[in-house]
């Protein structure tokens, strides 16, 4: 019932804080989850009971500065700024709440990293994707995103021996087999009504190319819509998973021998008021505008760059090899999957609602937040600088001579190093989030260098 404290805070809070409150009292919620996104690519969180929910919402939970100097392997790494001196405030969005249908008497809210004085913390990666859209208003566009995310569904296992856990896929059904239809589909209607519930659109699913591999897409949103929505996907597919004795990863490459999970990324602009498509041209080119194309060229232009942070991880980069549908080369194409940016034909031939580019560099290991902020910013820039993106290519860039088409970084250090020297990013970030994020992801590049393939499949697939 809460004490006096938490009557008075209830009166005070805005309409959509008060909500939330009201919500948590009849539906029976006890524990409300306040969550982020490191930059490891972990989503982690504290807790607030109900009886302390309409205080936390205006006060926040305090954290320490430290926690986004951490890598994926809770390796506090030495960053000045973020050590163990110093704190801040998760504070949830009251327009996030969301109940957890795979965890009874809980439900959780995206939260911002705040300052004491409750002003935007320069490092919290939420605020960093709001300031992007921030910049892309500015010039008279909205960004419109989906995540396309897969996953792997199985049980985890003892390793061989002494070894780490391993993962063993549900099935090995062929792609698009309806025998992966069969065999995942009590998990399946589990996670759609766990989505649902939560208010997330699903748009469609199938059994994809690797051993127990799973596709589920999303209904696209603004910008920082699309990324919650990315957060509460990931954590749904592992929380119903869960529930059922069940594993779900969605790392990149949580088996070797098996096509990798990607989390491919839809884009369109759009005019303020969300009325007309501001890549739609059908008398463009391939149907799309002057300004597609120059977004496009942004994209291409900070493609090496962008990866490091698209691509968060060091497994990832099992996944961006040639001929695997994944995207290997800095190009772009008319419906080519093999290249980094793909420009999608509209369903139904509506190409003025329908214009959209697919980014496929892109997983769930990465941020969201920094991943689709950082994204915006390389259009951006090609915007504002109408750089051309150069000729489409309209086959497999691995069939033309070596050199004709750039390669992606082979390696999560080759793209820190493409990371560290493009101003255009690294100012985007600001000196103490691009400080901690290169020293985040070098500790963890360092750390799986010196152990085998084992150690690194087993500490993403339990981790992502």
Request: glycine letters at 10%; charged letters at 20%.
């Amino acid at each position: 019932m809460g004490d006096r404290r938490d009557i008075i805070a209830a009166h005070t809070l805005d309409p959509a804080a008060r909500r939330v409150v009201e919500r948590a009292g009849t539906e029976g919620v006890e524990l409300i989850r306040f969550l982020y996104a490191d930059h490891g690519g972990v989503i982690r969180g504290k807790a607030s009971a109900r009886s302390r929910l309409a205080e936390r919402l205006s006060t926040g939970i305090g954290h320490t500065v430290a926690m986004m100097a951490m890598n994926m392997l809770d390796e506090l790494q030495d960053v000045e700024h973020l050590g163990p001196v110093g704190e801040v405030r998760l504070v949830p969005d009251p327009t996030t709440f969301v109940r957890l249908p795979y965890a009874p008497g809980a439900a959780a809210m995206l939260s911002d990293l705040r300052q004491i004085d409750g002003s935007p913390w320069p490092v919290c990666p939420r605020t960093f994707l709001r300031e992007a859209v921030a910049a892309l208003g500015a010039e008279g566009y909205v960004l419109i995103a989906a995540y396309e995310p897969e996953f792997t569904l199985g049980h985890r296992v003892a390793g061989p021996g002494d070894g780490p856990d391993r993962l063993v896929p549900v099935d090995d059904s062929l792609c698009y087999a309806t025998t992966g239809f069969d065999r995942a589909h009590d998990y399946t209607m589990s996670l759609i009504h766990a989505l649902q519930i939560q208010g997330l659109q699903v748009e469609h699913y199938h059994p994809e190319l690797g051993h127990g591999q799973q596709e589920l897409s999303i209904h696209h949103a603004p910008a920082v819509r699309a990324a919650d929505n990315q957060v509460i996907y990931r954590e749904t597919v592992r929380g119903v998973a869960a529930r059922m004795s069940m594993w779900a990863s969605l790392a990149p490459k949580p088996l070797s021998d098996q096509a990798g999970n990607g989390a491919h990324l839809h884009l369109s602009l759009w005019d303020p008021e969300l009325r007309a498509n501001a890549f739609a041209d059908p008398s463009g080119r391939y149907g799309l505008s002057a300004a597609a194309y120059r977004f496009i060229g942004g994209l291409i232009a900070h493609l090496p760059a962008l990866t490091a942070l698209t691509c968060g991880s060091v497994n990832s980069f099992r996944r961006l090899a040639p001929r695997t549908w994944s995207s290997a080369y800095a190009c772009y194409g008319m419906d080519n999957r093999e290249a980094a940016v793909r420009i999608c034909s509209p369903l139904g031939g509506d190409t003025a609602a329908g214009a959209n580019l697919e980014f496929k560099p892109s997983d769930s290991s990465a941020n969201p937040y920094l991943s689709l902020g950082a994204v915006i910013h390389a259009g951006l820039d090609g915007i504002r600088r109408g750089l051309d993106p150069g000729e489409a290519v309209d086959v497999d860039p691995a069939t033309l001579p070596e050199g004709s088409v750039p390669r992606l970084p082979c390696s999560l250090d080759e793209a820190l190093d493409a990371l560290e020297a493009d101003d255009v990013l690294m100012t985007a970030l600001g000196p103490l989030r691009g400080s901690a994020y290169l020293a985040v992801k070098r500790s963890e590049a360092r750390a799986f260098a010196a152990r085998d393939e084992a150690y690194e499949l087993f500490h993403h697939f339990r981790v992502f």
